[in-house]
């Protein structure tokens, strides 16, 4: 009988051989034996060239490639669909992991494959201690933040993987539906480490940022509150929490005109359905002064 991996390593791309190299060069510099883990490549990347450029990795019998049909952010699920470890880990394509850091993804599947919770990676971004439990979906939504938005974080118990055949994904954000549906009564924890530096990436977009996350990812978290499954507490937290958000991307969009190619039409209309115009103007006026502290730095 052949013995499960512990952990795959889920990586869904759209072709981009320029993070896929360094993300597996550094999963592979860790130093863990390849029978405790496997990595999975999900490449819907039209005209790709990834699978010739891994190439040198496919003396490993841990790795395995796969072309997708599935295009945009859906991509992630036919991922997580065709792993098969005991716990199965999303990492976006630019996140290049730390040293050390498999070895304690490892160890966090060890010592809690008996209780299987659901288990969320912040990246460090979160207040508290390096491990948080939480016991029931409220607090785990209201300590999570906005941060459920954020495909880097997700993963799932190889168990609950025939589910993702019954979550109705939301098209933008599949990765929250799989974050806030795969498990509905569970404890819940938070690896709140910090366990990779994300590639830049200066031209990234394609999409209207600020109605993606004002009311698609709102209109989510809106429709928790309403079943009742969270409570408006935690919706205003999060909500408040998300103004901080808005505001830096405003800043790098509609002041610092940075590299990105995100749709902005409408910002105004987007971030009145769900916030005030006192909200409005915290965040334009935060962006404001973040630019005039730049300036000084200058």
């Known amino acids: 009988m052949v013995m499960k991996k512990l952990i795959t390593l889920c990586i869904p791309t759209n072709g981009r051989v320029d993070f896929v190299l360094p993300v597996l060069d550094s999963i592979y510099n860790q130093g863990i034996d390849d029978c405790l883990f496997e990595v999975v490549i999900s490449d819907n990347g039209d005209k790709s060239v990834l699978h010739e450029a891994i190439g040198k990795y496919l003396n490993h019998d841990n790795i395995f490639y796969y072309k997708s049909k599935l295009k ?91 589910k993702l055949d019954e979550i109705n994904y939301n098209q933008m954000f599949p990765h929250t539906s799989i974050v806030f549906e795969t498990k509905c009564d569970s404890q819940y924890v938070i690896f709140n480490k910090k366990f990779m530096d994300e590639i830049e990436e200066p031209n990234k977009g394609g999409y209207n940022l600020f109605h993606a996350f004002s009311v698609i990812y709102l209109d989510i978290l809106k429709e928790l509150e309403n079943e009742r499954r969270i409570s408006s507490v935690t919706f205003q937290k999060i909500k408040r929490d998300l103004r901080c958000f808005l505001s830096d991307w405003y800043y790098n969009i509609k002041i610092a005109h940075n590299q990105y190619t995100f749709d902005v039409g409408g910002f105004r209309e987007h971030i009145s359905v769900y916030y005030s115009y006192a909200d409005y103007m915290f965040i334009v006026l935060r962006a404001i002064l973040k630019a005039v502290r730049v300036k000084i730095r200058k």
């Not at 494959?113 to 209201?142: A, M, R």
Request: net charge positive.
């Open 72 to 162: 945009g952010f859906v991509n992630q699920v036919d991922a997580l669909k065709h792993s098969n470890g005991l716990y199965i880990k999303m990492l976006n394509h630019r996140s290049v992991l730390l040293p050390g850091i498999l070895r304690e993804f490892i160890g966090l599947v060890e010592k809690y494959k008996d209780t299987q919770p659901y288990i969320f990676f912040s990246d460090g971004l979160l207040k508290g201690e390096k491990i948080i439990e939480c016991t029931d979906f409220n607090s785990f939504v209201y300590l999570l933040s906005y941060y459920s938005s954020w495909s880097g974080g997700v993963g799932l118990w190889n168990k609950d993987k025939s």
